[in-house]
């Protein structure tokens, strides 16, 4: 069980690729179980026993869980494929992963939870020697990881060898016997795991001192408490929409941080994209600065609500745009005179946010797509800030973005808040939730269990309200098949 | 972590280096050779009889081909020009009688109406364009025909003969509205936010609705410059031929448009867009319908060069996108 960390741009994904024929090395050899090897496609690695679980989920959406899960190898009955032996054991083998689903449902109707379990059935099942896990658990809640976790631990004790990328620290303390760092695409340290701590595990990451990183914290977030004034600047009253959102209030002041809490599939994104006016309500109201404003993005943004949305890749970046472009989208409106964009005006805005963001980009004429995903991350955030917002809606601001990024993006959103900015963190990183937010409203089933204030804000009490909140009868209880059906339509 | 820099042997970068220069320079090289061929062949191909005679044949097309560049950038596809080509021509000699401009403008008129049709069905209705302007296209020739009556009727005036047939400093009329419109198609696209939001929308759509883009309005208003475009190709060739023929203008124009878009290096899933390249597209596979003719080569086979043509170009594209 080996864990391989480092920053984004440290060579991890490349060097996956390496081993699993994805590329040709230039120099060096691939050796495996002693022998040299050469794979001249990913098939041929497969074949070989290497299997591979990439970030985003590699399946087929249309076609049934259980088709999924043996694509390629179905179990056949007089050269047809026999779809009730499929069934029935793709139904079993689920169960060991806890997705208690109906095989024969097309993939896609799954929660995106359930959809990474399958996909990692469907590794493990190809009879693997190596398993190579990049980012699993990113879009897992925390109960689906510790399945997870007891899957791998039963593959360990079987003598499969795993590869385990990640970035968070904690699952590799838990799982990993031994760890690579990477940094600047070179191997910095080999050790076993309980010999490097965490902070060490850091500095060896980023490449700096010690010291430099305890007094940086483990987040951007500086621990005193913003200076809240004033009336709301955004107050979204008993929102409801029907499986997803069941009267869920929020106000955020200005100079506020408020964190949203709770699982995945607990209604935040949902909350922070009905605020935005994305998503169609069936009732509740949203205030901007004392006025209902139109339930449309773009009045929203004119009110001066803007929001960072959580999967950059589907919803943030427009890939083949510029960074140029793609920082000044929504701000269109603003610099075009005549229907002509004003090309110096725009070039003032990039200027300085690729400065005071800084975001580094060969040019502003580059391709947002060939960027890191941190300077993605700022990109968007610059897209945010350069409509001028009263109000910041942040979901999942630093997920998949490096260490050193990650603690940019998040003195970014400190200092925001010092300068009168409302802001809605949802983030499912309890640290950054914990230590970023002034104020936390916990939610659970699309309802608000709780809202946690002053002292009051830590990660004990956090826990506390969310397993103390009773189940929600009219929204599928807790333990049905798919918890987290709410995530469904973002992905159809 | 999936945007780690890839350093890809040095035989993959010179093979994507010579893709890359076909796909962005390779409907101008090939133009150039077609011409040298030809004018070696047949030193009378480099005259301007048979600029002219090229000229009538592509403008239509080429105009189509800048709606259709436009709808295909936002992931759209647009079937029902051919169909809307057809409605215009229809529409002419009906109001011929109260002049010959307003008639035309009721052409235009019609075209962007169906246009409008189109972009509401794909827009708010979310209608696949692929089957929008399908049921466009079929209905909409059949409401042509309906108006004009199954025979074609000749159009005997002067202005739209004109627009069709004469030329201003030696180049036909139509040619220098068509340059016009290649310019105006261009400077939209490059400079204006309307131009940016279409690419921002055909390349992710979600992205650009939570960026507050209009994105209906985009979709709608692209649709009606598709059908507007089409209805000006069908006017050019009502002055050209002299008489409307519904049920026979305009037929499989919608293919030669979307070769044309495609050949000059627009991909089809949407995000970017060639203008000139489009124009190259069109010039160079009426090119090579001519050089065939020219050298008397069956129609038949000259249909199956340009089937080869445009697996060739798409596979240009593809090996350039998907890496």
């Known amino acids: 069980m080996h864990a391989l960390i480092g920053e984004n741009g440290a060579g991890k994904s490349t060097l996956i690729k390496v081993m699993t024929g994805v590329y040709e090395p230039d120099e060096g050899e691939v050796r495996l179980r002693g022998e040299e090897v050469a794979f001249a496609s990913p098939l041929a690695a497969q074949e070989a026993g290497i299997s591979t679980i990439y970030q985003e989920v590699n399946l087929v959406p249309m076609m049934s869980v259980a088709r999924n899960l043996f694509l390629g190898r179905e179990p056949r009955r007089y050269g047809l494929i026999d779809s009730t032996r499929m069934k029935r054991e793709a139904r079993d083998i689920l169960r060991d992963y806890g997705v208690h689903v109906n095989p024969a449902r097309p993939l896609r109707s799954l929660g995106l939870g359930a959809q990474q379990m399958v996909a990692i059935a469907r590794a493990v099942q190809i009879d693997a020697r190596v398993v190579i896990m990049d980012e699993p658990t990113s879009s897992l809640e925390a109960r689906e990881v510790e399945t997870l976790f007891g899957v791998i631990r039963r593959l360990r004790d079987q003598g499969i060898a795993i590869v385990y990328v990640s970035h968070r620290l904690d699952e590799l303390y838990q799982v990993c016997d031994r760890v690579t760092v990477m940094r600047d695409g070179a191997v910095v340290r080999v050790d076993d795991m309980s010999a490097v701590d965490r902070i060490t595990l850091v500095s060896l990451m980023l490449g700096r001192e010690i010291g430099d990183v305890r007094t940086h914290g483990a987040t951007g977030f500086a621990d005193a408490e913003h200076q809240v004034k004033g009336a709301p600047v955004v107050a979204a009253r008993n929102l409801q929409r029907r499986h997803q959102l069941d009267g869920v209030s929020v106000e955020i002041r200005p100079g506020e941080v408020v964190g949203l809490g709770g699982l995945l599939g607990s209604g935040r994104s949902e909350t922070a994209k009905a605020i935005m006016g994305a998503l169609p309500l069936d009732g509740g109201s949203v205030e901007v600065g004392g006025t209902t404003t139109r339930r449309t993005v773009a009045a929203s943004i004119r009110a001066g609500v803007v929001m960072l949305p959580e999967d950059r890749k589907a919803e943030g970046i427009v890939p083949s745009l510029s960074v140029r472009e793609n920082i000044v989208l929504a701000a269109l409106p603003r610099i075009t005179r005549a229907g002509l964009v004003d090309r110096a005006k725009q070039d003032e805005i990039v200027d300085y946010f690729m400065k005071r963001l800084r975001i580094k980009a060969s040019s502003p004429d580059q391709r947002v797509s060939e960027l890191s995903g941190g300077n993605q991350q700022k990109v968007l955030l610059a897209r945010c800030l350069c409509l001028d917002p009263k109000a910041l809606l942040l979901d999942e601001p630093t997920r998949g973005i490096d260490v050193g990024a990650k603690a940019e993006v998040q003195g970014v959103i400190n200092e925001l808040a010092e300068q009168g900015l409302g802001v809605l963190l949802i983030s499912s990183e309890l640290d950054e939730l914990i230590e970023g937010s002034d104020r936390v409203v916990v939610l659970k089933d699309g309802r608000v269990v709780g809202e946690l204030t002053g002292d009051d804000v830590s990660q004990d009490t956090l826990m506390t309200t969310l397993a103390e909140a009773p189940p929600e009868p009219d929204l599928g209880a807790p333990g049905a098949p798919e918890p987290d059906t709410t995530e469904e339509e973002r992905h159809d | ?323």
């Not at chain 2, 320079?25 to 600029?51: R, W």
């Not at chain 2, 169909?83 to 215009?88: F, G, W």
């Not at chain 2, 044309?260 to 090119?287: C, D, E, H, S, Y």
């Not at chain 2, 319908?289 to 060069?305: E, P």
């Open chain 2, 1 to 323: 972590m999936t945007d780690v820099a890839v350093r890809p042997t040095p035989a993959v970068l010179d093979r994507n280096r010579v893709v890359t220069w076909l796909q962005d320079y390779g409907v101008y090289a090939a133009i150039a050779v077609l011409i040298a061929i030809n004018t070696a062949i047949k030193p009378s191909f480099f005259s301007m009889d048979n600029f002219r005679v090229q000229a009538f044949q592509v403008v239509p097309v080429l105009i189509v081909a800048l709606g259709m560049a436009l709808v295909i950038t936002t992931e759209g596809i647009d079937l029902s020009v051919g169909a809307v080509i057809a409605l215009s021509s229809a529409v002419i000699p009906l109001y011929l009688g109260y002049g010959p401009w307003l008639s035309i403008v009721i052409a235009l008129v019609a075209g962007c109406v169906s246009g409008l049709l189109a972009g509401l069905m794909v827009a708010v209705a979310n209608v696949q364009p692929i089957i929008a302007t399908l049921a466009l296209m079929i209905g909409v020739r059949g409401f042509a025909v309906i108006l004009n009556g199954a025979s074609a009727k000749s159009v005997t005036d002067e202005t739209i003969g004109a627009l069709g047939l004469d030329s201003w400093f030696g180049i036909p009329q139509e040619v220098w509205i068509a340059v016009v419109i290649v310019l105006v198609v261009a400077f939209v696209v490059r400079r204006t936010a309307f131009g940016r939001r279409l690419t921002a929308i055909g390349d992710n759509r979600a992205a650009s609705a939570l960026a507050g883009l209009p994105v209906k309005r985009v979709l709608v208003a692209v649709y009606i410059i598709s059908g507007l475009l089409a209805a000006i190709a069908g006017v050019f060739l009502v002055g050209h031929g002299g008489y409307a023929d519904p049920s026979n203008y305009g037929l499989n124009y919608e293919l030669s448009a979307i070769t044309a878009v495609v050949v000059g290096g627009t991909p089809l899933t949407g995000g970017r867009i060639k203008v000139l390249g489009t124009v190259a597209g069109a010039v160079f596979m009426q090119l090579v319908a001519a050089t065939l003719i020219q050298n008397n080569v069956k129609n038949s086979y000259s249909q199956m060069v340009e089937a080869v043509i445009i697996i060739g170009a798409v596979y240009a594209a593809r090996g350039r996108s998907g890496r």
